[in-house]
């Protein structure tokens, strides 16, 4: 089983960088569909996933996955190689959804390419027919970030949120990324909680995260409890580093949560 993943990333790989329009990888399951969108003159590649089964109105639920700093770039594969892909293979026999995976070009933020994500989740969504009503946001580290920032520009846009090892501030060894919607305020926290109250919310860190520091979700929860937020988790994993990803969409109780929400 190792050495067939090994071959299938590789080939995955390979297709992408041909810009073939076909599948990155197909298993029993759906398939890894390799798309482009051209936002603001550039061409930029993407991938989706589109589940097997569809339910019986024929509108599978949309999420919408920004990647971390390590998978920027053009190729349209390297968000899916880390954090919800690996996931989203692994089930993808059963998974239900369409997966959007953007790419943010290289030493940039989600919070400078949000018409690129929504670009790309405007185009899957339409072709293959998702259901507006139950679109998720959800990101790991940048990503993390990039979620609570672009739920931040359109509040009522998502049916939920998944930020993963993410965060409001600034980051300290990297000032430009930051959920930049609430710079300025007096509280960015209060700020975003008050924003973003009534949208369902389950964030995920590691207590011993070493790269974003798990003080930005504590504080976060904190405030969308103050703000009265109608459904907000937090789950911190107590021997985990930056890497909460894995145990985060390795957590069941996340999928039954998720896909009851609708706007």
Not at 15 to 34: E, N
Not at 199 to 226: N, Y
């Amino acid at each position: 089983m190792v050495i067939f993943r090994f071959f299938a990333m590789a080939a995955a790989l390979l297709v992408a960088l041909a810009g073939c329009s076909r599948t990155d990888m197909q298993q029993d399951g759906g398939p890894f569909l390799a798309r482009e969108v051209m936002v603001d003159g550039a061409t930029h590649r993407y991938q989706v996933f589109v589940p097997k089964r569809t339910e019986a109105n024929g509108k599978p639920p949309v999420i919408l996955f920004l990647h971390g700093s390590g998978e920027r770039g053009s190729d349209g594969v390297k968000p899916t190689l880390v954090g919800l892909g690996p996931y989203v293979r692994a089930h993808a026999d059963a998974f239900p959804a369409i997966v959007v995976f953007p790419q943010a070009p290289d030493d940039q933020e989600w919070s400078d390419n949000a018409p690129l994500a929504f670009a790309a989740l405007d185009a899957a969504t339409g072709e293959f027919g998702g259901d507006p009503a139950r679109t998720y946001l959800t990101g790991i580290s940048m990503g993390g970030y990039g979620t609570w920032d672009l739920a931040l520009m359109q509040p009522q846009r998502f049916a939920a949120l998944v930020p993963v090892c993410g965060g409001i501030e600034p980051h300290p060894d990297r000032p430009t990324m930051a959920a930049r919607f609430v710079q300025g305020q007096a509280d960015p926290f209060a700020a975003a909680a008050q924003r973003l109250r009534r949208t369902p919310v389950w964030i995920f860190h590691g207590a011993k995260d070493d790269a974003v520091p798990p003080e930005q979700s504590r504080r976060m929860a904190a405030a969308l409890k103050v703000a009265g937020a109608s459904d907000a988790r937090y789950t911190e994993f107590p021997d985990a580093n930056h890497n909460s990803w894995d145990p985060a969409y390795a957590t069941p109780e996340l999928w039954i949560w998720l896909f009851a929400q609708r706007r």
